[in-house]
């Protein structure tokens, strides 16, 4: 039997997934990590710092209740409000489901979609029960995105990812 599937295309479609893919989930890591920070740095004392992170914030609490706690905050000025931008928590709600998505998706190797794979585009495919079976479109370009279809763009999601690093370290300087 005759394989259907250009091979050079497959690893050119993984590379350009782990790449991508990639950047986003470790980003993503440092985005929470500085939301750690930061909710150390408010409600733990100097001396319990390391064992208030250590065993509560980083295995324990999610990303969604850690966004969660930082907005109640920065809503109830307990953290002054131009220590962030405007859209910081907007910002944060986006990277997180594009997290998500891209933590629970597989490659998406349709034979049409190997054998005609141009660089322009990463899709992936759902495993998760939600979205079963759905494709996520990650365009490599600076393209409008439609984020009810699930398709992205990877230098939008850069740029937020730096803007909020951005952000946050400047709440986590101003400590």
Same mark, same amino acid.
């Given at each position: ?18 790449? %991508? ?9 440092? $985005? ?7 909710? $150390? ?25 850690? &966004? ?37 998706? %597989? ?35 600076? $393209?409008?995105?439609?984020?009810? &279809? ?5 230098? &939008?999601? %850069?740029?937020? %990812? ?14």
């Amino acid at each position: 039997m005759e394989n259907p599937y250009n091979e050079e295309n497959i690893i050119l479609i993984r590379e350009d997934s782990e790449k %991508i893919r990639g950047r986003i989930l470790e980003t993503a890591v440092t $985005v929470e990590f500085l939301i750690s920070k930061i909710l $150390v740095e408010y409600f733990a004392e100097e001396s319990k710092k390391g064992d208030f992170f250590r065993y509560i914030v980083s295995d324990k609490i999610t990303f969604d209740t850690k &966004k969660n706690i930082l907005a109640s905050l920065k809503k109830e000025g307990k953290i002054p409000a131009d220590t962030f931008y405007k859209e910081l928590i907007q910002d944060l709600e986006y990277i997180q489901i594009i997290r998500n998505l891209v933590a629970h998706t %597989i490659l998406y190797l349709d034979p049409n979609y190997v054998n005609s794979y141009s660089r322009e585009k990463t899709t992936l495919s759902f495993t998760g029960t939600k979205n079963y079976g759905q494709q996520i479109i990650i365009y490599h370009e600076d $393209v409008e995105e439609d984020l009810k &279809k699930l398709i992205y763009s990877f230098p &939008k999601i %850069i740029n937020t %990812i730096n803007r909020i690093i951005t952000g946050l370290e400047n709440c986590v300087a101003e400590k």
